[in-house]
């Protein structure tokens, strides 16, 4: 089983607005669509896309929103066996997207809150190495439990949303962490906001036991720290319209080329050109690329 998503299902409310409400401020919208995502979902969508066998592993609610969240999934060819429905409502994602790209996003974790060590315990985990994606959009016990059952994998975590409250025992599970710039800001102190500073926060997650430590920086690309290499990326020059899942567009990418063996800073670069695509289209698993889009845009553009 080669690419395994442990994770989140949300169901995204998008209001396309002028600008971004400051607190307090109602803001007239220009425009509303439903669209399949949440962080896990949308990773295992962007795997899927770009060929790779994927299998998603989490919960649904028993709301309308259920069966659509795994149609998507599976119209991408992820497999959704391992995909429940719980009691409750499903994810949900509360975006407003405004005029350049840019967003804000309170999300509501719904059955995703539900997950728990039965879930951990329902991961297809054989001998054959796989790569096993996770985020923080379902309870921590149950990434830091999956993550030790999956010792003899590779696995890699996005720390979003950000939080602050991880134990010192979690960054040795983990072979590759990627925060964005918020959250390795959360995770270190450092204030994230240009390479040299996302390069000081990677080090020092990396010296909590983290082997490789990948920060995201939008625009700005990325940058990798690992025991041999430290390098930034920079990002592809596209016109953005909305960046609701370039992370997750991102990390798909990343698990598939890892995955075929491509070296770290390949990885990296053919992640980029998946998330490049996807800011180029609106919604979260709908702009997710195939393999062949991604392959045009390499061919004809250099970073
Ligand atoms: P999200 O939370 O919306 O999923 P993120 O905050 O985790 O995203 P970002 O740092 O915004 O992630 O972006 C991830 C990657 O996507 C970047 O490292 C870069 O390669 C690419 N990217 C993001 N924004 C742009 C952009 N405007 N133009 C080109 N590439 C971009
Ligand atoms: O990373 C983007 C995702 O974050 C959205 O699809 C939304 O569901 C939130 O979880």
Not at 84 to 104: C, F, Y
Not at 159 to 171: E, I, K, N, Q, V
Not at 177 to 201: C, F, I, K, R
Request: charged letters at 15%.
């Amino acid at each position: 089983m080669p690419i395994l998503v442990f994770g989140s299902l949300n169901m995204d409310l998008v209001a396309q607005v002028p600008r971004l409400p400051q607190a307090g401020e109602t803001l007239l919208g220009t425009g509303f669509a439903t669209v399949p995502g949440g962080k896990g979902a949308n990773q295992a969508v962007a795997a899927a896309r770009l060929g790779a066998p994927t299998t998603m592993v989490g919960r649904v609610g028993n709301d309308s929103f259920g069966p659509l969240l795994c149609d998507s999934l599976r119209a991408a060819g992820v497999n959704t066996d391992l995909v429940v429905a719980d009691h409750g409502p499903s994810g949900v994602a509360l975006i407003a997207v405004d005029g350049v790209g840019e967003n804000q996003i309170v999300v509501v974790p719904g059955a995703n809150g539900h997950v728990d060590a039965s879930d951990v315990g329902r991961l297809p985990l054989t001998a054959e190495p796989s790569v096993l994606l996770m985020q923080f959009e379902i309870p921590l016990m149950a990434v830091q439990a999956a993550a030790e059952r999956a010792s003899d994998h590779l696995v890699i975590v996005d720390p979003a949303p950000a939080r602050a409250d991880l134990p010192a025992s979690f960054y040795g599970l983990i072979d590759i962490l990627t925060p964005n710039q918020t959250e390795a800001s959360q995770l270190t102190g450092v204030e994230v906001h240009d390479v040299a500073t996302a390069m000081e926060a990677a080090q020092i997650l990396r010296q909590r036991g983290t082997s490789i430590v990948i920060v995201k920086l939008g625009s700005q690309g990325a940058v990798a720290v690992s025991k041999s290499e430290v390098f930034h990326l920079p990002a592809f020059q596209v016109a953005a319209v909305d960046t609701v899942a370039a992370g997750d567009a991102f990390n798909g990418g990343l698990a598939v080329a890892l995955w075929e063996g491509q070296s770290l800073r390949e990885s990296m670069t053919w992640a980029s050109a998946v998330a490049a695509l996807s800011v180029m289209n609106a919604g979260a698993q709908p702009s997710m690329p195939t393999r062949e889009q991604v392959e045009d845009f390499l061919g004809s553009h250099s970073s």
